[in-house]
């Protein structure tokens, strides 16, 4: 560990103890949505987070944040309500099986709330996911019934279009495709009707506006995106951004508590703005 990231560290903790964050975050309330891919022990690759340092962040949020379901987040935005200080949603994206297996037990175990984007052509296939074509080891998606199980244990199931498809740059009827299937697929294995959506990539370029009509159209009541930044009364539902997640725990709530922010690729550090809309 570098002498920067040290001192870093240590200002965060001191600041932490001071009252500091938990002041500066009552002037201006936001939420932090977390977007999680898998949680193992055998994959260092960054789409994964292992399971003690996930476990620690749990046992933190359950005794420190405010953390809500996406959906209810969804209607205090709606109604431009207060959103309550350190407040935290938490989001899985793709379909991994460690989700089911790793992540939902422990979930329930702090008794926490999360929605899982699902991809809804992958689902119950052997098909790797292009940029797990390289890896050094296999990673299993969920059948339908285990997502059936998610949802009967009382998580969030959430679109994530049909074959992860980048909604930046297909054509408008592939988008309407691909959303509007996901959407069935989904509600037609599981029983019950589904509200959000996250798109895939989550980057700025990734999606287009014309895309949003047809999300909207689907019935979806939110979308979620993936490069950084907080959520405020004033968010637009449709635009809802997510923070990344982080290899220690240390880091993830220097995220969460708005101390240090990546947006766009980048991480900035951050003593006195309050989020990024």
């Known amino acids: 560990m570098g002498i920067k990231s040290n001192l870093l560290f240590s200002s965060y903790r001191t600041m932490k ?22 949680i193992n022990n055998y994959d260092p690759e960054c789409l994964s ?10 046992a933190i949020l359950r005794d420190s944040y405010n953390v809500i379901p996406l ?7 709606s109604r431009r309500d207060a959103i309550k200080p350190g407040t935290v949603v938490i989001t899985f994206d793709d ?15 702090y008794n926490l709330p999360a929605t899982f984007f699902v991809t809804s052509q992958y689902i119950g296939t052997n098909r790797i996911f292009p940029w797990d074509t390289q890896s050094s080891v296999k990673h299993e998606l969920m059948s339908w019934d285990e997502v059936r199980e998610l949802s009967r244990m009382g998580f969030e199931i959430g679109g994530h279009t049909a074959n992860h498809v980048n909604l930046g740059t297909v054509e408008l009827d592939e988008a309407d495709k691909e959303i509007s299937m996901s959407k069935g697929k989904i509600e037609d294995e599981i029983g019950r009707q589904i509200t959000s959506f996250a798109y895939p990539f989550g980057g700025r370029d ?30 637009d ?10 290899q220690t725990s240390i880091e993830l709530f220097m995220e969460i508590d708005n101390f240090v922010t990546y947006i766009d ?13």
């Open 265 to 277: 690729g980048k991480t900035k550090i951050r003593l006195w703005e309050q989020h990024d809309g």
């Open 206 to 235: 990734y999606i287009r506006k014309d895309i949003i009509p047809i999300i909207k159209k689907a019935g979806f009541k939110c979308c979620c995106s993936g490069y950084g930044g907080k959520v405020t009364k004033y968010s």
């Open 71 to 77: 959906p209810t987040l969804v209607d205090l935005i």
């Open 17 to 38: 103890r001071a009252g500091y964050f938990t002041l500066r975050n009552s002037l201006t309330p936001y939420a932090s949505i977390l977007m999680y891919h898998r």
């Open 95 to 109: 379909g991994y099986r460690d989700n089911i297996l790793v992540a939902a037990p422990l979930l329930r175990k």
């Open 49 to 58: 987070t292992c399971v003690d340092v996930f476990e620690e962040t749990l």
């Open 237 to 246: 539902p449709f635009a809802l951004s997510r923070s990344v997640v982080y």
